[in-house]
């Protein structure tokens, strides 16, 4: 096919939303402008860079990217604008310091395509740092009950957002991305549309997923405690709703516990020692199985201030900081990761 044409219906609309990351925009365009299956385009949502970003992508020659700048207003609502300016049967996000393997879409669009009773499929990430090195790191598992979408979500984020494709229709159904959240916007989208359909996990690499110092809420972000603080408020959305089903109320414990576990694991990378205390409490007075969940907090307590004196000692920390890969450390830009 000639990756130069224009299609007014694309398979699949890749959404880019951007803000200030020109050092690393062009190669995250572009490792979506190669995948091998091409009948795609590329939405950029620049959220007001003051960087290169515009004439960056107006260098791009070709007519499958399309550009939208908007006034700085969030991960969230960039991801809506570009969704609105969506024409294709599926919906991919790509984070744009991030970079796709070239046979992502080819793979889970031919998981959709073959097994109608999906409405997402995905895969896994792997970290790399700023320089493009692999890291041990990977997000993104198969759920952890079998079958049973909403719940394997409510008990753990299993996703990898930027390695998922989902059809157009389970956003027309769910709802645009929630433009009041800090973070943990993917999330609440995806617990939201697990409310109607299923997912299906495909176990491979399809993306590289950039750790740098401008990470959200990496160590030194002034954002750090505000996105952990926000951490629970798609599970506070989802146990508001009065027609949940009981097989998903029921997981409350479980899913707020392991909420407070995470926070409490990174305060203790951050060398938050107070912080980790007081969330550790929390995850202890919510949880069915305390003497479970104390024997965790110990684990913690005692093997990570002294894993963190090592640069392997963090990357092993790092790995665990998901809870079974709960969410990768949120990237810069906006209220959340772009």
């Given at each position: 096919m000639n990756p130069a044409r224009s299609r007014s219906t694309p398979r699949v609309t890749v959404v880019i939303p951007t803000y200030n990351r020109a050092d690393y925009l062009s190669d995250a365009i572009h490792s979506a402008l190669n995948q091998t299956l091409d009948d795609l385009?590329?939405?950029?949502?620049?959220?007001?860079?003051?960087?290169?970003?515009?004439?960056?992508?107006?260098?791009?020659?070709?007519?499958?990217?399309?550009?939208?700048?908007?006034?700085?207003?969030?991960?969230?609502?960039?991801?809506?604008?570009?969704?609105?300016?969506?024409?294709?049967?599926?919906?991919?996000?790509?984070?744009?310091?991030?970079?796709?393997?070239?046979?992502?879409?080819?793979?889970?669009?031919?998981?959709?395509?073959?097994?109608?009773?999906?409405?997402?499929?995905?895969?896994?990430?792997?970290?790399?740092?700023?320089?493009?090195?692999?890291?041990?790191?990977?997000?993104?598992?198969?759920?952890?009950?079998?079958?049973?979408?909403?719940?394997?979500l409510v008990y753990d984020d299993c996703t990898c957002n930027v390695a998922l494709v989902a059809r157009r229709e389970c956003f027309d159904r769910a709802g645009f991305y929630d433009e009041a959240l800090v973070a943990n916007e993917d999330w609440d989208m995806w617990l939201r549309v697990a409310r109607y359909y299923r997912f299906c996990f495909v176990d491979k690499v399809f993306v590289r997923i950039r750790w740098h110092d401008r990470n959200f809420t990496g160590p030194s972000s002034p954002h750090f405690a505000q996105v952990l603080n926000a951490r629970t408020a798609p599970l506070d959305k989802l146990f508001?709703?009065?027609?949940?089903?009981?097989?998903?109320?029921?997981?409350?414990?479980?899913?707020?516990?392991?909420?407070?576990?995470?926070?409490?694991?990174?305060?203790?990378?951050k060398r938050g020692f107070k912080r980790a205390g007081r969330e550790f409490a929390l995850a202890l007075r919510t949880s069915e199985q305390p003497l479970t969940t104390g024997i965790r907090i110990a684990w913690f307590s005692l093997a990570v201030p002294v894993l963190t004196q090592t640069v392997s000692g963090r990357r092993a920390v790092g790995a665990l900081a998901g809870l079974r890969q709960r969410r990768r450390v949120p990237r810069e830009g906006g209220r959340s990761a772009e």
């Open positions: 385009e590329v939405v950029v949502v620049d959220d007001g860079s003051t960087d290169a970003t515009a004439e960056l992508v107006s260098a791009i020659a070709d007519q499958r990217v399309r550009y939208l700048r908007q006034p700085h207003r969030g991960i969230s609502a960039a991801m809506n604008a570009g969704m609105r300016l969506a024409r294709g049967e599926y919906i991919a996000r790509l984070d744009s310091d991030d970079l796709w393997l070239p046979g992502m879409l080819a793979a889970l669009v031919g998981v959709l395509d073959a097994q109608p009773e999906f409405g997402v499929a995905y895969g896994k990430g792997q970290a790399m740092d700023s320089d493009g090195h692999a890291l041990a790191h990977t997000q993104g598992m198969a759920g952890r009950f079998p079958g049973e979408s909403l719940r394997s508001s709703d009065p027609d949940l089903p009981p097989a998903v109320r029921a997981m409350k414990s479980a899913a707020y516990t392991n909420v407070y576990l995470f926070r409490g694991l990174r305060w203790l990378q």
